[in-house]
């Protein structure tokens, strides 16, 4: 890779994010497609978001990805939100459009997107169980919602939170307990369990799994998740983060 006066400059921003996979992934594209464009991780923590996103057009950047915790103040500093970033307070890529900064959020077509081109399975039809109710959450059951799942259950540990995440799915969304699992096609884990490794560390019994069933984790390190392997040996099908991240 060659810098030059003419490199085009894009970059994430985040805190922590010294350990993105982001500019391994872009850098990578821009290489694959011959593009004079390089991408960057910027440490940028709470309170710093709508500086930095001012920064887009202040210095010509060619576009900025958006990670924790900074999803909720970079949506009130662009000037435009997508219909999916506005529905959920959250934007995770800010593309400039001519002198607009747009606020997008790909996480809930990233996710669909991983099941549906990767994995051949489509959400149409199923019926849902997904733990966690946060920002990553939220995106995974309005996606859901949209793609056509019969049933959309959060279980999430603050009843109140998973109340106001089922309303992302529409007709299908509910609240439900951890036993939805045990009659699910496909489970989510949207909950960061499992981030620090160990078999202590799962967001659910793994013994409600079985043979039939699909196991998401959206945690993506480590690879191979104790909530993975454990879903694995009970005969679920398991399916690692990695995928959405990419989409
Ligand atoms: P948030 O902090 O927004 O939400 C976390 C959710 O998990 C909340 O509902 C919280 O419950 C719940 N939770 C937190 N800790 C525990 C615990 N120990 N046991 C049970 N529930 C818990 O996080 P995000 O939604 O941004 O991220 C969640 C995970 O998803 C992370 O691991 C992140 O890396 C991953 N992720 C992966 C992506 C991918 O592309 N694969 C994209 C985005 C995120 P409560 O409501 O009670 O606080």
Same mark, same amino acid.
């Given at each position: 890779m060659s810098i030059s006066g003419g490199t085009r400059l894009a970059a994430v921003i985040g805190s922590p994010v010294k350990h993105s996979l982001s500019p391994a992934i872009h850098n990578a594209a821009f290489a694959a497609r011959g593009l004079d464009w390089t991408f960057v991780a910027f440490d940028v923590p709470s309170g710093g978001g709508a500086a930095a996103v001012a920064g887009v057009r202040a210095l010509g950047l060619g576009g900025l990805s958006v990670t924790m915790p900074l999803k909720a103040e970079a949506a009130t500093a662009v000037d435009v939100l997508s219909d999916d970033a506005r529905a959920l307070g959250a934007v995770n890529c800010v593309v400039p459009d001519a002198s607009i900064l747009r606020g997008e959020n790909t996480d809930g077509a990233g996710f669909v997107d991983a099941l549906r081109i990767d994995e051949g399975v489509d959400p149409a039809g199923l019926r849902c169980v997904v733990l966690g109710a946060g920002g990553a959450a939220r995106a995974v059951i309005r996606a859901l919602g949209g793609a056509g799942a019969v049933a959309v259950l959060v279980v999430n540990r603050t009843p109140?939170?998973?109340?106001?995440?089922?309303?992302?799915?529409?007709?299908?969304?509910?609240?439900? #307990? !951890?036993?939805?699992?045990? #009659?699910? #096609?496909?489970? !989510?884990?949207?909950?960061p369990a499992g981030m620090r490794g160990g078999p202590d560390h799962l967001p659910v019994d793994p013994g409600r799994f079985h043979a039939g069933q699909i196991v998401m984790d959206l945690v993506y390190r480590p690879a191979g998740t104790p909530l993975l392997a454990a879903a694995g040996v009970w005969g679920a099908r398991t399916i690692a983060g990695d995928g959405m991240l990419v989409y």
């Open positions: 109140s939170n998973a109340a106001d995440a089922a309303l992302l799915a529409g007709d299908a969304g509910a609240v439900a #307990d !951890v036993s939805a699992v045990n #009659d699910a #096609d496909l489970v !989510v884990n949207a909950t």
